[in-house]
């Protein structure tokens, strides 16, 4: 379980380096693999068939089907990489090493036993959970932000996952379903994105604002 | 049992049919039908005795029982408003009237399926019983209404859907972490998450593990209810998206997020915590109302002016709730006054919006002259949504006002009548200048579905200021005691 805890964190240093986006959509779906294998693992001996059931289904959703349709909307845009993200890749490299001290922070304050969770394991769900955040608010395209959803939302499942919680399985199955169609439907409006605005930066949809728009209705005149 | 699960299921079998319709009239006729009769249904469980099946993960008490009906009402409203709606739409592009730019209309299946799917979710958003079954619930709301809003496709409502989308989803996974973290309250024994089981044991939870979960839970869920600072997609979403589905954003889908903080809070009320989740309450309900109150001022666009009105009603509800005592009772009389106020402004505006065609509110005059039945809904729903008597909401403020006074909280008090004078001085401005003077247009033809249902809340608002049913006053007085109120 600590080789996936380093993998999960080494995922997420990469991602905040990293500019090109067909990297960081591997990434993340290494992420949603290593996941779908972490209740496997984390049961010992005799896995129930539940186990099995969700960890598939999370390998199939997060490390296949949703990489996938993020890479068909990388493909149709024909965007390559990030650029010029308000803090750039080094110092969101130095940024990170914050940010894993903060999750290292957040977990010595929990006061948990290494009895009841596993300390490292839940430390990396953490700094996922902290990278996901810093990349929405840092990164501009639409694409990278749904990418950081996806992670902040993975750190979110292994935090349950460490915690050793156990769901029913039919609201764990629930929580997975609404994280998919939730993705799929940001894939969906990034389609519509591109073809309205020509770009997926997602700083310029300012639009809707309440400074502009005064000005935007009075410059109209009349329709 | 199988009562409660058909209002869940059978919308959303509706929805799955909608989707399968070529026929639009026959479509029309099933989302009518399916509002009418997930409204008889509502009303025929909430008379019957309290009960939990399915292992209590879902159930109807008082404070279900109310959001339930008050849900189902608003839907009916806006369907019989919405199939009027829908039908006049243009099939073809046509031409935005704020930035000049063509845009094109969702196919109507989806718009009616996805309506449809958004009653079965909140359906069961009301209903279950257990606090991660209603995180999927609450998460699906989003889901459900995201394409609802980009209904118009242009650029605006895509901007609008995009922020909605990403916004509330962070927030809920910030929720979902805190419900993790309430599963840890209970250290050694099973981690049963129904509601039932955390109020029977409320005396033994770890209370430094649910003060985190309510930060968490309170902070998730507060995103979706639209309270400040985390309302910063509310005012998009709700102007954008076409009037009928405003009006249930605004009166029902943020009361499915107040009920899951209402559910924290009776956890935490339970485990003697009330006054720690209460004190966070009136914070955040306060910066909500100063919020609005400020962007409510010299607001361009009325539609933003109503989504603004949104934020700072939630404001109030989590004031009352955070005051506790007969705070409680206000909030729960609030939710049910704002919630028809606000659908029925919403509807009204829509109409505004088919006859003059644009949002500015610097380029509308005259509506009473125009629009008769209109300028009239609107003037009365600014008197309604301000709270002046006789409507309900003026007693509903004028109770929490008195439970602020009661317990001595002078500075709450100074701050909460400001910010509704704020509020009010505000929308009066905006208001009365659209409404009255000459609009130099040829009176336009009101269609009885788009002035029916506005009427009827507006009748519902009136009523409720003046009269309590008593069914509803049991209940009212119930769910106040359920959250650890007075209850009178």
């Given at each position: 379980m600590n080789v996936i805890s380093v993998l999960l964190i080494l995922s997420c240093l990469f991602l905040l380096g990293s500019s090109r986006l067909h990297v960081a959509i591997r990434v993340v779906a290494v992420q949603g693999i290593l996941l779908g294998l972490l209740p496997v693992i984390r049961s010992i001996g005799d896995i129930p068939l539940g186990i099995w059931v969700l960890g598939l289904s999370t390998i199939v959703s997060k490390g296949v089907l949703l990489p996938w349709l993020m890479s068909v909307c990388v493909r149709n845009s024909g965007i390559r990489r990030e650029v010029e993200p308000f803090i750039g890749f080094g110092s969101s490299l130095l940024y990170g090493t914050g940010l894993l001290a903060l999750a290292v922070w957040i977990t010595a304050r929990l006061q948990l036993s290494p009895g009841e969770a596993p300390l490292v394991l839940l430390t990396s769900s953490f700094f996922a959970i902290l990278v996901g955040l810093f990349l929405m608010v840092t990164r501009r395209k639409a694409i990278t932000q749904s990418l950081a959803y996806l992670v902040m939302e993975n750190g979110v499942y292994s935090v349950g996952v460490s915690l050793s919680l156990e769901?029913?399985?039919?609201?764990?199955?629930?929580?997975?379903?609404?994280?998919?169609?939730?993705?799929?439907?940001?894939?969906?409006?990034?389609?519509?994105?591109?073809?309205?605005?020509?770009?997926?930066?997602?700083?310029?949809?300012?639009?809707?604002?309440?400074v502009s728009n005064s000005a935007v209705l009075r410059g109209e005149g009349h329709s | 049992m199988i009562l409660l699960l058909s209002i869940i299921l059978f919308p959303a079998a509706a929805a799955a049919a909608a989707y399968a319709i070529r026929d639009n009239r026959l479509r029309r006729l099933l989302w009518g039908m399916t509002a009418g009769s997930h409204l008889v249904l509502s009303i025929v469980a909430v008379m019957q005795p309290v009960s939990m099946p399915l292992g209590h993960w879902i159930g109807l008490d008082s404070l279900s029982a109310i959001f339930l009906v008050l849900t189902s009402l608003l839907f009916l409203g806006a369907a019989i408003y919405g199939i009027g709606y829908v039908a006049r739409e243009p099939v073809t592009p046509q031409l935005h009237s704020e930035d000049g730019s063509f845009f094109e209309n969702e196919p109507e299946s989806v718009f009616t399926g996805g309506i449809l799917l958004l009653l079965a979710t909140m359906s069961l958003a009301i209903l279950s019983r257990h606090l991660a079954l209603q995180w999927v619930a609450i998460e699906a709301t989003t889901l459900a209404s995201a394409p609802l809003i980009y209904y118009h496709q242009s650029r605006r409502s895509l901007e609008a859907a995009w922020k909605y989308l990403m916004l509330c989803s962070v927030g809920i996974a910030l929720a979902l972490l805190g419900i993790f973290f309430m599963s840890m309250t209970r250290q050694g024994g099973p981690r049963d998450l129904t509601l039932t089981a955390l109020l029977e044991q409320a005396g033994t939870l770890n209370h430094k593990w649910l003060g985190t979960a309510f930060i968490f839970m309170l902070v998730g869920y507060g995103t979706k209810m639209g309270l400040a600072p985390m309302h910063t997609w509310l005012p998009d979403a709700h102007s954008e998206a076409p009037s009928p589905v405003s009006a249930l954003l605004s009166g029902a889908l943020l009361n499915c997020a107040f009920l899951g903080i209402l559910r924290v809070q009776q956890v935490c009320a339970a485990a003697g915590m009330a006054a720690f989740g209460g004190d966070l309450l009136i914070l955040f309900g306060l910066l909500s109302m100063g919020v609005a109150g400020v962007f409510i001022l010299r607001q361009a666009d009325y539609k933003r002016m109503l989504a603004y009105s949104s934020v700072e009603h939630m404001g109030i509800l989590a004031l009352g709730v955070g005051l506790g005592g007969m705070g409680l009772f206000g909030s729960l009389l609030h939710t049910v006054n704002h919630s028809i106020v606000k659908a029925m402004l919403f509807l009204t505006a829509g109409n505004i919006l088919s006859g003059f065609r644009t949002k500015d509110t610097m380029r509308i005059q005259g509506i009473c002259d125009a629009l008769p039945i209109t300028g009239a809904l609107w003037i009365a729903g600014f008197l309604a949504v301000t709270g002046s008597p006789p409507f309900g909401t003026f007693v509903s403020e004028f109770t929490i006002l008195r439970s602020i006074l009661d317990q001595g909280r002078w500075i709450t008090a100074a701050l909460y009548v400001i910010f509704l004078l704020l509020a009010f001085v505000g929308m009066s401005a905006i208001v009365l200048r659209m409404a009255l003077g000459r609009s130099g247009m040829k009176r336009i033809r009101e269609p009885l579905t788009a002035v029916l249902s506005p009427l009827v809340f507006a009748v519902l608002?009136?009523?409720?200021?003046?009269?309590?049913?008593?069914?509803?006053?049991?209940?009212?007085?119930?769910?106040?005691?359920?959250?650890?109120?007075?209850?009178?």
């Open positions: 769901f029913p399985l039919i609201v764990e199955l629930g929580i997975l379903l609404d994280v998919f169609v939730g993705v799929f439907l940001m894939g969906n409006l990034l389609f519509h994105l591109d073809h309205e605005f020509e770009h997926l930066d997602a700083d310029k949809l300012t639009e809707l604002s309440d | 608002a009136l009523v409720l200021g003046v009269y309590l049913p008593g069914p509803l006053l049991d209940r009212l007085q119930d769910a106040a005691q359920l959250l650890g109120g007075a209850g009178k």
